[in-house]
């Protein structure tokens, strides 16, 4: 397969994985709508006029603060903090803790289990102080000084600028307002942008320590089979997709392509959330209709580039503008700069979680990964393998809390 080939299959993935989220979510929006009513015995807002605490935390019983972080390059993000649990309590000093999403998801993933399942209320009534960051261009995050979303300048970024902007204007927001370094958890995207940030040694004196959830670094060993059908459709039509500036999954330019994609013969749309991230052992058939009706959330087009670049050369680097003259002129140099996985700090605690069905952060991958910090102090590391675990199961299994959330804590209270 020829470099555009591969870029296309990456792409053609994500595309095919959005449209299918997209599909079931529309058939479950109006139940779900009931359901919240129902739960609360109050009328709702609809998600799409209040925030994530009012329309997710809070009715689940948990104080809730909205808060607005600005980048060195003009974005607006939101953030949601959780400062105490249910029952309150914990003392002064709560450690921080930042949860960082990965790519077409936002902060909501992390809240959509019951308090006894998901992350951020487990680590709430834990005595920690959660604080939950959503990407620049998804829902919450869409606003920026200058720049709307219609207009393409809006979206001219890779996750680069995720390790540049974005994660350092929440961390450094939660540092100023608890004074306190933070724990950091990242799932999928949300752990590269950390690796490659600290990596540059970016963050470590604000980092307390990091639990990355289905680590995503290499790539090359992705094994997404319906990513090999897409990708020979879709390989002439490269061109096409970075000339549209926003990644938007739910916008009419995608979804004309994937409904023609889905019709050929071989394409299961109905199964593709599992042949995409693997085989989930313990999701809750409900969780994943909510979770559908939230996600998925745009990006820019190029973060997709960036994401199947790291997928066709093997190694982890800024975006490649795929044209020497281009690349000099950003970079210095004819070919982007590497992110070394073996110049992150070797005494920063890391705590690594990785399943043995994900089919996007493949076994493979993440042993590469490891194998980069075979320097790494012994006691300063922790891996742990889930034999059962896909890619969605470690942010919404059922048993999360009791196979990885637990393990997470005794982590972070070893620091
Ligand atoms: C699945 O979700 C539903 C709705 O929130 C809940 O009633 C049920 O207890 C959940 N099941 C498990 C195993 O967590
Ligand atoms: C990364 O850094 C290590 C140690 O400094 C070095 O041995 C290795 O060659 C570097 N890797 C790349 C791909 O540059």
Same mark, same amino acid.
């Given at each position: 397969?020829?470099?555009?080939?591969?870029?296309?299959? %990456?792409?053609?993935?994500?595309?095919?994985?959005?449209?299918?989220?997209?599909?079931?979510?529309?058939?479950?929006?109006?139940?779900?709508?009931?359901?919240?009513?129902?739960?609360?015995?109050?009328?709702?807002?609809?998600?799409?006029?209040?925030?994530?605490?009012?329309?997710?935390?809070? *009715?689940?019983?948990?104080?809730?603060?909205?808060?607005? !972080?600005?980048?060195?390059?003009?974005?607006?993000?939101?953030?949601?903090?959780? *400062? !105490?649990?249910?029952?309150?309590?914990?003392?002064?000093?709560?450690?921080?803790?930042?949860?960082?999403?990965?790519?077409?998801?936002?902060?909501?993933?992390?809240?959509?289990?019951?308090?006894?399942?998901?992350?951020? +209320?487990?680590?709430?009534?834990?005595?920690?102080?959660?604080?939950?960051?959503?990407?620049?261009?998804?829902?919450?995050?869409?606003?920026?000084?200058?720049?709307? *979303?219609?207009?393409?300048?809006?979206?001219?970024?890779?996750?680069?600028?995720?390790?540049?902007?974005?994660?350092?204007?929440?961390?450094?927001?939660?540092?100023?307002?608890?004074?306190?370094?933070?724990?950091?958890?990242?799932?999928? @995207?949300?752990?590269?942008?950390?690796?490659?940030?600290?990596?540059?040694?970016?963050?470590?004196?604000?980092?307390?320590?990091?639990?990355? =959830?289905?680590?995503?670094? +290499? @790539?090359?060993?992705?094994?997404?089979?319906?990513?090999?059908?897409?990708?020979?459709?879709?390989?002439?039509?490269?061109?096409?997709? =970075?000339?549209?500036?926003?990644?938007?999954?739910?916008?009419?330019? $995608?979804?004309?392509? &994937?409904?023609? #994609?889905?019709?050929?013969?071989?394409?299961?749309?109905?199964? #593709?959330?599992?042949?995409?991230?693997?085989?989930?052992?313990?999701?809750?058939?409900?969780?994943?209709?909510?979770?559908?009706?939230?996600?998925?959330?745009?990006?820019?087009?190029?973060? %997709? $580039?960036?994401?199947?670049?790291?997928?066709?050369?093997?190694?982890?680097?800024? /975006?490649?503008?795929?044209?020497?003259?281009?690349?000099?002129?950003?970079?210095?140099?004819?070919? *982007?700069?590497? +992110?070394?996985?073996?110049?992150?700090?070797?005494? #920063?605690? &890391?705590?690594?979680?990785?399943?043995?069905?994900?089919? @996007?952060?493949?076994?493979?991958?993440?042993? @590469?990964?490891?194998?980069?910090?075979?320097?790494?102090?012994?006691?300063?590391?922790?891996?742990?393998?889930?034999?059962? /675990?896909?890619?969605?199961?470690? !942010? %919404?299994?059922?048993?999360?809390?009791?196979?990885? /959330?637990?393990?997470? %804590?005794?982590?972070?209270?070893?620091?």
């Amino acid at each position: 397969m020829g470099s555009h080939g591969l870029v296309c299959a %990456m792409i053609s993935i994500l595309l095919l994985l959005a449209f299918q989220l997209e599909l079931v979510g529309a058939r479950v929006s109006h139940q779900h709508e009931l359901q919240m009513n129902d739960r609360i015995g109050t009328v709702v807002p609809p998600p799409e006029m209040a925030g994530t605490c009012a329309s997710v935390i809070i *009715p689940q019983g948990y104080k809730c603060e909205e808060y607005e !972080v600005t980048t060195e390059d003009g974005y607006i993000l939101s953030m949601q903090r959780i *400062p !105490v649990g249910r029952i309150g309590g914990g003392g002064a000093r709560r450690q921080p803790v930042l949860l960082q999403h990965g790519v077409l998801m936002d902060g909501v993933t992390w809240v959509l289990n019951s308090p006894e399942e998901s992350l951020a +209320y487990i680590l709430a009534d834990n005595g920690f102080d959660v604080w939950i960051a959503n990407t620049r261009g998804t829902k919450w995050s869409r606003r920026h000084v200058s720049l709307t *979303p219609s207009n393409p300048a809006y979206w001219h970024w890779s996750w680069d600028e995720l390790v540049t902007y974005d994660l350092p204007a929440t961390f450094n927001f939660v540092y100023q307002q608890t004074g306190q370094k933070l724990h950091y958890v990242g799932h999928s @995207l949300g752990t590269l942008i950390a690796l490659a940030s600290v990596s540059e040694g970016r963050l470590v004196d604000k980092l307390m320590s990091a639990a990355l =959830l289905s680590p995503v670094a +290499y @790539l090359s060993h992705m094994t997404t089979p319906i990513g090999i059908l897409a990708a020979r459709a879709f390989v002439d039509q490269i061109v096409n997709w =970075l000339g549209v500036a926003e990644f938007n999954p739910k916008g009419p330019h $995608v979804a004309h392509f &994937l409904d023609a #994609l889905c019709l050929e013969p071989g394409v299961d749309c109905y199964n #593709l959330l599992q042949s995409f991230t693997g085989n989930n052992c313990c999701l809750n058939a409900s969780t994943v209709e909510l979770f559908l009706e939230y996600e998925p959330q745009s990006t820019a087009t190029r973060t %997709m $580039v960036h994401l199947a670049q790291t997928f066709r050369d093997g190694i982890i680097t800024k /975006y490649n503008y795929e044209n020497r003259e281009i690349n000099i002129e950003n970079y210095g140099q004819s070919t *982007p700069p590497i +992110y070394n996985m073996s110049n992150i700090p070797n005494n #920063l605690p &890391l705590f690594f979680s990785y399943g043995g069905r994900d089919s @996007l952060s493949d076994v493979h991958d993440v042993e @590469l990964l490891l194998d980069n910090l075979k320097f790494h102090d012994g006691d300063k590391l922790t891996v742990q393998f889930v034999e059962d /675990y896909a890619h969605a199961d470690f !942010v %919404m299994a059922v048993n999360a809390a009791q196979i990885v /959330y637990n393990a997470v %804590m005794a982590f972070f209270n070893r620091q």
